[in-house]
């Protein structure tokens, strides 16, 4: 009988190990060979982009799927179904986040977690969160079905409400209940999360630990244009940018638009303008990656014939620095209050969030390029101007991104798209980075 040398050598590093632990018994060869099925992700894929479709819509449409509407909760019964064909048992914790544990051959090890969301913005994409969803499914599906156990327990995520940051950061400690009264989706946090299995009255049994887990990962799209642009197939992320965001009231004079001359009006939108135009100059006059945006704009009375005595907006900043990103605040409040003045109007601006920058670990980092130099893929590091769960994963215990390109940098559009290959890719590197953190 001929014995293969590899499997003697692999059976005699057992041997000295004693009674071989499961892992072992899998020979690292067979670890580092293991790929998920491609064919079954993308489908997977497709069949979630169908809750929040555009009625009469196809794939290229994108979806609407936004936290605690309909289609949210019909997606996370399709994702939960597809969670239990990979022998998971779904759970949902008060925060509505729901979790997939597998268990390892060691249940005293820590577990390693890995997870996205499958949430949407309004006239979104089909990749964003849902690939590292999808993918984190198609993980414990492919070790299930090659018979591995690892010897860390594992666990997926799929957090909730990840376009407003809200389960993630209720289980990281960084919201509380105070915030439950808060509308998203024009639904009310209390009643959302109760709509989507969440209890409100028991948040804080939401919370985890920190370094209750040995790390976090997540799979995720770019959302830029970095990748793509440089063709390179792995991202790893170095960091996550720091977030604030503000809720701006801005009161004037409701007047009649015929009758009340421009030297008397106190024409809100019109401070609105400048504040608006400000925020482009304070954000753009250093260098750097810095972002500023206003995405919400409401007018009051909204009328084409009064003089608009109210004006509400949003003014979100980003980078990594959130040093700089407290003093372009502090700016813009400054600026504000010149035109105010200026245009005979009151203007508050509230800082309502702030999601801190998270490192990601340097080790986990270090992982995912040999996983993915392994899988024959070559990367880049890069920084991500999009927030992620991740970075709130990150103040409970080390935390790595893997980023696959965004064609074109589209993202929060029917338009972002990612090719299939680069999902397997990223699918294929996500599940080798877990295999190879496992063997620490
Ligand atoms: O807004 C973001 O950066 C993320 O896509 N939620
Ligand atoms: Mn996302
Ligand atoms: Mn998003």
């Known amino acids: 009988m001929r014995v293969n040398r590899r499997e003697l050598l692999y059976g005699m590093a057992a041997a000295c190990v004693g009674p071989a632990v499961p892992t072992l018994s899998i020979a690292l060869e067979k670890q580092a060979g293991l790929r998920n099925d491609a064919v079954r ?236 135009a400000a925020v482009q100059d304070v954000v753009t006059r250093e260098p750097g990656r810095q972002v500023g945006t206003v995405g919400q704009l409401q007018v009051f009375p909204n009328a084409h014939n009064v003089v608009p005595g109210l004006v509400k907006h949003s003014i979100e900043l980003r980078d990594l620095s959130a040093e700089k990103v407290a003093r372009m605040g502090d700016e813009i409040q400054r600026r504000a209050q010149e035109i105010a003045q200026e245009t005979g109007t009151e203007i508050q601006i509230t800082k309502v969030d702030h999601h801190p920058a998270a490192m990601a670990d340097p080790e986990i980092q270090k992982t995912i390029e040999e996983a993915a130099a392994g899988l024959g893929l070559k990367t880049m590091r890069l920084p991500s101007g999009a927030g992620h769960d991740a970075q709130w994963m990150a103040r409970l215990a080390p935390m790595g991104m893997i980023f696959i390109p965004s064609i074109g940098g589209i993202s929060h559009s029917p338009k972002e798209l990612t090719a299939w290959r680069d999902c397997a890719n990223g699918a294929n590197v996500l599940l080798q980075t877990i295999l190879s953190l496992d063997r620490r």
């Not at 690892?150 to 509380?176: C, F, Q, R, Y």
């Not at 887990?213 to 792995?234: M, N």
Request: hydrophobic share 40%.
């Open 41 to 276: 992700l993308r489908r997977r894929l497709e069949e979630l982009s169908a809750y929040g479709r555009p009625a009469g819509g196809t794939f290229a449409d994108g979806v609407s799927r936004v936290a605690y509407s309909d289609a949210d909760v019909a997606g996370r019964n399709y994702a939960m179904n597809a969670m239990r064909e990979a022998e998971l048992k779904p759970r949902i914790d008060p925060a509505g986040n729901i979790f997939g544990p597998r268990a390892g051959a060691d249940a005293s090890l820590p577990r390693i977690l890995f997870g996205s969301h499958i949430d949407s913005v309004p006239n979104g994409g089909n990749f964003d969160g849902d690939v590292g969803s999808m993918s984190a499914i198609e993980v414990m599906q492919t070790l299930e079905e090659h018979h591995v156990t690892t010897k860390h327990p594992l666990e997926m995520v799929i957090w909730s409400n990840e376009e407003n940051l809200v389960g993630s950061p209720l289980a990281a400690g960084g919201l509380d209940g105070s915030v439950l009264s808060r509308v998203y989706n024009g639904i009310r946090m209390e009643d959302g999360l109760r709509k989507i299995g969440g209890d409100p009255a028991r948040l804080a049994e939401a919370r985890i630990a920190p370094h209750s887990f040995c790390c976090y990962l997540e799979l995720h799209i770019e959302q830029g244009g970095t990748l793509d642009q440089a063709k390179i197939p792995i991202g790893v992320v170095e960091g996550v940018v720091s977030i604030d965001e503000y809720q701006v009231e801005i009161h004037g004079f409701a007047n009649h638009a015929g009758t009340t001359p421009m030297r008397e009006r106190r024409n809100a939108l019109l401070a609105a303008a400048k504040l608006i």
